[in-house]
């Protein structure tokens, strides 16, 4: 089979041949049908820290995985060749009985083999799956920016009907949260800088869309999220969040930044970052792609473009989700 693999800091991915796996007990075998493409499959190659921290090299990226089911392992109950399924890459992190492993070191594309590939093998914990109404490029993108984005409003955010609700940045995540917002009955306003990226966040149903944060100084919000983090952007959320009102941390395009804790103090708000999320996450998003309510943005690639679309997401080009379809 052929894969795209990260071989050293600052290299290119490298298209290697390989054997084609065998589950062990507990594992299956999926013949990919979509990968999703991240920034952070970017920082695995630029970032030493990061290249350092990955199970091998060489190492096959891609965290964004769904495919159909080619093989079951010894003891796999509950899925059966050709079932279609996604790949939740912090559920292992997370399963019962676990010593509570770091997500990145259990997920793929970080503690092992990835989806950048024409099959990926790992444990049958992490599946779910995808109703047959549901696109195979959504079922992938859902895994992560999806399950990150839904995982940040509604669980931590606590978002329901009839509130007032932020959100900043309008690229691959934002564009998801804004539209979940709106289908459970919440009043939606973006922040966006790209002006081209308006008339997108208005057709998801937000209600108004502004160039800065900073706009929105006293609006009394009950729950922002941040999807850029830039420092700038959670100063500002802070203050325009009412009494006790919500701001949640997902992006983090600055790792160190000032806010302003009079603000925070004064208007008692509750500051909670977010990562990841889990199976549950992902499975109440393709109900809700199921009957096109959900339809985010994506851009299809093939398998023999993802080294391009690495390329793409490096340089600040892609607008919405990039994902090859195999």
């Known amino acids: 089979m052929k894969a795209w693999q990260f071989t050293g800091t600052g290299k290119p991915l490298q298209l290697a041949e390989l054997e084609i796996p065998r589950p062990d007990p507990g594992q299956v075998l999926l013949k990919v049908g979509a990968a999703g493409l991240c920034h952070s499959d970017v920082s695995s190659l630029d970032d030493p820290l990061i290249g350092a921290a990955l199970a091998k090299t060489p190492i096959t990226l891609g965290h964004e995985i769904a495919g159909t089911v080619e093989t079951v392992g010894d003891g796999v109950t509950g899925w059966k060749t050709g079932d279609r399924v996604g790949v939740c890459p912090t559920a292992s992190a997370a399963a019962p009985g676990s010593d509570g492993p770091a997500a990145q070191e259990v997920a793929p594309g ?171 996450d992902i499975a109440a998003l393709y109900e809700l792609m199921r009957n096109g309510d959900l339809a985010p943005q994506t851009n299809e690639i093939s398998f023999d473009d993802i080294p391009a679309g690495i390329e793409d997401l490096r340089a600040g080009k892609v607008a919405g989700r990039l994902v090859a379809r195999l």
């Open 110 to 280: 970080y503690g092992h083999d990835g989806g950048f590939a024409d099959y990926y093998l790992g444990s049958a914990n992490d599946l779910v799956h995808i109703p047959d109404e549901v696109d195979i490029v959504y079922g992938a993108m859902a895994t992560d920016a999806g399950m990150t984005s839904y995982h940040a409003l509604v669980v931590r955010g606590g978002v329901k009907a009839g509130m007032k609700v932020g959100i900043i940045g309008i690229g691959g995540l934002g564009q998801i949260a804004a539209r979940v917002g709106v289908l459970l009955g919440a009043e939606v306003h973006v922040a966006e800088p790209k002006q081209s990226a308006w008339d997108r966040a208005r057709s998801l149903g937000a209600t108004d869309v502004v160039a800065d944060a900073a706009e929105w100084a006293g609006a009394g919000f009950d729950l922002i999220v941040d999807y850029a983090g830039f420092g700038t952007t959670t100063e500002a959320a802070l203050k325009a969040v009412r009494f006790d009102g919500t701001v949640v941390q997902v992006g983090l395009a600055r790792t160190q930044a000032s806010i302003d804790t009079l603000a925070m103090v004064t208007s008692h708000v509750n500051y909670l970052g977010s990562i990841g999320g889990t199976k549950d």
